[in-house]
C-alpha cells in the first residue's frame, strides 16, 4: 500500500530531470509501446490464430491454388480478410471483438451450426468485399498491370470489360477460390 | 524338304526374339512382372513415377468426333466446384449466363428426364458435368489410331 502511495506520489511531482530528458523518454516508451501494440496484432493475423477457432475453414484452403501453387507466392487468412492500411485495418480488429462474443457462445461451435450459418458469414464476406472494390485482392493482384498478353482468352474478355469499366469487382466473379462454397441458389451470376 | 521348313522356322524364331525391343523382364519365370505399353515393371522394383500431365489453359474450341459425343472441356477446370452447394460450370454455361459470359449454352438434352419429359431446370441426371465431359491433356497417344470422322463432320 505505501509503496503505491509513493509511486504515486513520484508520478505527480514534478521532476528535478530536465524536460527535454524526460520527453525523449516519453519517446522512446512510445516507440517501444507502438513496437509491442503492433506486434500483438500482427500474431492475432497468423494462420496459427485464425485456425484455432475456424479450423475447418482454414483446411478447406490447402488445395487452391491461393495455398499452394508453382510460384509459391501465396496469400494467408489476414491477407484477404483483415484490411491493409492502418485505419481499416483497426477497424476492423474492433469489429472483430464481435467474434469473441461468438466464440463464447459457440455460435459455430459445432459442424451443423457452421453449415447453417455458413450462408449468411460467407455474403457478409462477399459484401465487405464488393464495398471496398475488392481491396484485399488488389492488395496482390493490380488490375493496371495485368498483361493481358499473358492470360487465356477467357480471362481477357472478361478482365477488359467488365472489370475494366468498373462494372464489375474481383469478387463477383472469383467466388470460392480459397474456401468450398455455401448454398449458391440466391446468389446473382451462378446457376 | 521338312527339314528344311523346320530349320527356316528356327532360324526365323531366333531372328525375332533378337529384334524384340530392349526393355524387357530380367527373370522371366523368376519373380515375374508386367509388360505394358508404358514399359516394364518387376515386382520388387518400384518404377519411377511419370511425370504430371498438364491441361492447356485455354486451346479454343474442339471438333467433335461423332455427332453425341459430349464436347470437350478446352480450358482448365481445376478447382471449379461442382456439388451441392455450387456448380461453377453453370455459373458461365447455364442459358442465364452464357451471354453474358460468352460461353456456349448447355443443349436441351441437359433439360430432360430420362424419359424425355422436360423440366425447367437442368436435370439431376446431367448436373454433374464431369461425368461426360472431360478436358484434355497433352498426353501423346500410346497406341496409333487411324481414326476417321465420318464426311459430315470433316
Known amino acids: 500500500m505505501n509503496i503505491l502511495k509513493a509511486f504515486w506520489r513520484r508520478l505527480t511531482s514534478p521532476s528535478k530531470v530536465a524536460v527535454g530528458l524526460v520527453l525523449f523518454m516519453g519517446f522512446m516508451g512510445g516507440l517501444l509501446f507502438w513496437g509491442a501494440f503492433n506486434t500483438g496484432m500482427e500474431a492475432t493475423n497468423t494462420e496459427e490464430f485464425c485456425s484455432g477457432c475456424h479450423a475447418p475453414i482454414v483446411k478447406e484452403i490447402r488445395e487452391t491454388v491461393h495455398f499452394a501453387n508453382r510460384s509459391g507466392v501465396r496469400a494467408i487468412c489476414s491477407d484477404c480478410h483483415v484490411p491493409h492500411n492502418w485505419t481499416d485495418k483497426i477497424v476492423r480488429k474492433v469489429q472483430a471483438s464481435k467474434e469473441l462474443v461468438a466464440f463464447a457462445m459457440g455460435t459455430i461451435g459445432t459442424e451443423e451450426k457452421f453449415k447453417e450459418r455458413r450462408g449468411y458469414l460467407a455474403n457478409r464476406e462477399w459484401h465487405r468485399m464488393k464495398e471496398n472494390d475488392s481491396q484485399e485482392c488488389r492488395n496482390c493482384h493490380n488490375f493496371e498491370y495485368m498483361d493481358f498478353s499473358e492470360q487465356g482468352p477467357r480471362s481477357v474478355k472478361q478482365h477488359s470489360t467488365a472489370l475494366a469499366s468498373g462494372e464489375k469487382t474481383c469478387v463477383d466473379c472469383h467466388k470460392g477460390i480459397a474456401h468450398k462454397l455455401p448454398d449458391m441458389k440466391n446468389v446473382e451470376g451462378w446457376q | 524338304m521338312k527339314r528344311l521348313v523346320l530349320a527356316v522356322m528356327a532360324v526365323g524364331m531366333l531372328l525375332a526374339g533378337a529384334a524384340q525391343s530392349a526393355e524387357e523382364l530380367h527373370n522371366p519365370g523368376g519373380i515375374g512382372g508386367v509388360e505394358s505399353l508404358r514399359g516394364v515393371s518387376e515386382l520388387e522394383v518400384t518404377r519411377p513415377a511419370d511425370a504430371f500431365k ?67 431446370d437442368v436435370s439431376p441426371r446431367r448436373y454433374f458435368c464431369q461425368q461426360c465431359h472431360v478436358p484434355q491433356a497433352d498426353a501423346k497417344p500410346l497406341v496409333e489410331n487411324d481414326f476417321q470422322r465420318v464426311d459430315a463432320l470433316r
Not at chain 2, 74 to 100: D, F, G, M, Q
Open chain 2, 54 to 120: 498438364r491441361y492447356p489453359r485455354d486451346q479454343g474450341t474442339i471438333d467433335s468426333d461423332y455427332v453425341y459425343q459430349p464436347p470437350l472441356i478446352p480450358h482448365t477446370i481445376r478447382n471449379y466446384e461442382v456439388s451441392l452447394n455450387a456448380n461453377k460450370c453453370l455459373a458461365c454455361h447455364s442459358w442465364k449466363n452464357a451471354k453474358e459470359m460468352g460461353a456456349t449454352k448447355i443443349s436441351v438434352t441437359h433439360y430432360q428426364t430420362r424419359e424425355g419429359q422436360v423440366l425447367s
